[in-house]
């Protein structure tokens, strides 16, 4: 038995030893990004059409939690972020705005409700849009809906400015 498998052994290595298959490597082009050179200029954050009234627009103060995790989180990762109400069509802008928010959503076997909300976040120049993203993150660790949407709110603002930083 042992003599069976030295032998299966040798010849296993001599047939990869001596094979003369080179193997290529492939390699794939990306697909070429527009850096953003100049100062990119965050709009306003907004609630979209889709997203239904309620008590949390009023009460929660998701769009100014949001705005200020987006320009802090731009500092840890040295991109030139600045917010203004005013942009100019040669100038680069971050339009951000919830698509849809649940503050209270009960799920199975749930002691306590859970909050998600879905973001876009565009980078325009002019009338173009050159870049988009969407992202959809829930929370579940707070008591209050504010609470969770406020946090829903400081991690998308850190998505956002992660998301930003592939294109500075």
Known sequence: MFNRLIIVLVISTLIAACSNKKHHKVLVEEKEVNKITQTLYLSDVTFSKEVTDGKFKTDCAMLPVLRKSILDSSLSHSMNISSSNKIGNEQYELKVEYVNVVPH????????????????????????????????????????????????????????????????
């Open 105 to 168: 959503r009960w799920t199975f076997m749930a002691i306590r409700p859970s909050s998600n909300a879905t973001i876009k976040a565009s980078i325009l120049k002019g009338d173009a849009t050159l870049h988009t993203t969407t992202k959809l993150i829930g929370s579940a660790v707070a008591f209050g809906a504010c609470d969770r949407l406020e946090k829903i709110s400081i991690a998308e603002g850190r998505y956002i400015s992660k998301w930003v930083s592939k294109f500075i």
